[in-house]
């Protein structure tokens, strides 16, 4: 079963705009993770966030973790096209992702020029 | 990006034949893994690998049987292929836990 859930399934807005997706999870884990995807290709690790850590920042990137009430969000400021793309969250159980990560189904993502 | 070639990218088969894929990793990492995305599902595990001759079932193993006689190769074979193992499928490696993983292109698999 799908552990993780995105939210929403798709969003789109003007180039320049944030841009915050949401996820929730089921059961305690020991870090989630932010990856991307563009059409055709594989996912791309963006962020990774310890279950001991709130909030992280990377580049344009802002992701937060609430443990309390297993959710995480994640910001991209200032959206350019090339943003245009689907963002998975991924979960690791308390395994640590030895075997294997939980993904949400995805938010797609797109930005208008 | 770390080194990591799938093949092949493309396969269109027939109900009831073998299919193998095949995951290549130049990073000497210890973790493999196989997923399959499809729509309205995200990435299912399909079966990974914590070592050579070392491997176990993920969520949707049915039908799935792999091997890794070598560090770099991962394989995913579908020993009877049926038309709802059509998918895309995600090989990933990582060297350590609590790390991220890093993906392969993928490849698109159409069994007709």
């Known amino acids: 079963s799908q552990q993780g859930e995105e939210d929403p399934q798709a969003l789109s807005i003007q180039e320049g705009e944030n841009a915050t997706m949401n996820c929730s999870y089921k059961t305690s884990i020991n870090n989630l993770q932010w990856y991307r995807q563009n059409s055709g290709r594989g996912l791309v690790h963006l962020i990774l966030i310890r279950s001991n850590e709130r909030e992280k920042h990377s580049g344009r990137l802002r992701v937060t973790l609430d443990t309390s009430k297993k959710s995480s969000s994640l910001l991209i400021t200032a959206s350019r096209a090339a943003d245009t793309a689907s963002y998975f969250c991924a979960t690791d159980g308390t395994g640590g992702g030895a075997d294997g990560l939980t993904f949400g189904k995805g938010t797609h993502l797109i930005i208008q020029p | ?112």
């Open chain 2, 1 to 112: 990006d770390a080194g990591i070639t799938q093949s092949p990218r493309h396969k269109v088969t027939e109900t009831g034949t073998p299919v193998t894929l095949r995951c290549h990793q130049t990073e000497n990492h210890r973790y493999m893994y196989w997923y399959r995305q499809d729509p309205g599902h995200g990435l299912r595990l399909i079966h990974y690998s914590y070592g050579v001759k070392d491997t176990d079932k993920g969520e949707v193993s049915d039908g799935y049987s792999v091997s890794r006689s070598k560090t770099e190769d991962f394989l995913l074979t579908l020993e009877s292929a049926t038309s709802s193992q059509t998918s895309v499928y995600f090989c990933a490696i990582t060297g350590q836990i609590n790390q991220p993983q890093h993906f392969g292109d993928g490849t698109r698999l159409s069994i007709l």
